[in-house]
């Protein structure tokens, strides 16, 4: 009786069975084929995957109070300055030269044309002079040459060799008090143009 009740039941259960392994193999083939056709080959080059590319980010200053770095603003096309962001700012005002400066530099300017006149003659009589004090020394001279030097008969050679050649020499020598004189003024009136130029072009308020 059991093994007919057995027998009976698996009966039933087979067609059951039957049935769920046709439905089943197809979805397993296609689930292997898919699992095949995904699977990368052994011998295929893999692909690098994307870096993400670089965020720019702004310069940056460093504020010299805090230390700390900010971004950097762009500067606008034009800017017109506010007299009060100025507050503060100490203005210097450059007057203008001085008369005094223009006096005192006129006497220098007089000076240095005197001076471009005076240098050249100057020289021409210095050479008139040296040439004159070597005919001097080489020269012979008269008794009366020897009065009208100073020479006396108390007077040994020597010294009235020197009476002799300061009186031949004497009237060639170049005078220098024009030059000193002109020099004087330039080194007096130069320091003043020199003071009333500072006064006029450092005067500050």
């Known amino acids: 009786m059991k093994i007919s009740q057995s027998i009976a039941i698996f009966a039933i259960l087979l067609p059951l069975i039957y049935i769920s392994s046709a439905i089943a193999g197809p979805a ?3 689930s292997a084929t898919t699992v095949k056709q995904t699977t990368p080959s ?3 080059t893999p692909v690098a995957a994307s870096q993400p590319l670089p965020v720019e980010k702004p310069p940056s200053v460093t504020i010299p109070a805090t230390g700390q770095p900010v971004a950097a603003q762009k500067l606008s096309d034009s800017i017109k300055i506010n007299s009060n962001d100025l507050a503060g700012i100490k203005a210097a005002e450059i007057a203008v030269l001085s008369n005094a400066f223009y006096a005192a530099w006129k006497r220098v300017s007089d000076s240095c044309s005197d001076m471009s006149i005076l240098l050249p003659a100057y ?3 210095t050479r008139a002079y040296i040439a ?5 020394r080489n020269r012979s001279y008269s008794q009366q040459e020897m009065i009208l030097a100073g020479c006396a008969g108390s007077d ?3 010294d009235c060799s020197k009476k002799l050649y300061r009186w031949c020499s004497a009237p060639s020598e170049p005078s220098i008090l024009g030059i000193l004189g002109a020099l004087s ?3 007096e009136y130069d320091k003043t143009a020199k003071d009333e130029f500072v006064k006029s072009v450092l005067h500050q308020k």
Do not use: L, R
């Not at 004159?132 to 001097?136: D, F, G, S, W």
């Open 28 to 30: 397993q083939k296609q």
């Open 42 to 44: 052994a011998q295929q």
């Open 123 to 125: 020289e021409q009589q």
């Open 132 to 136: 004159k004090c070597q005919e001097c």
């Open 156 to 158: 040994t050679v020597a």
């Open 185 to 187: 003024v330039i080194d």
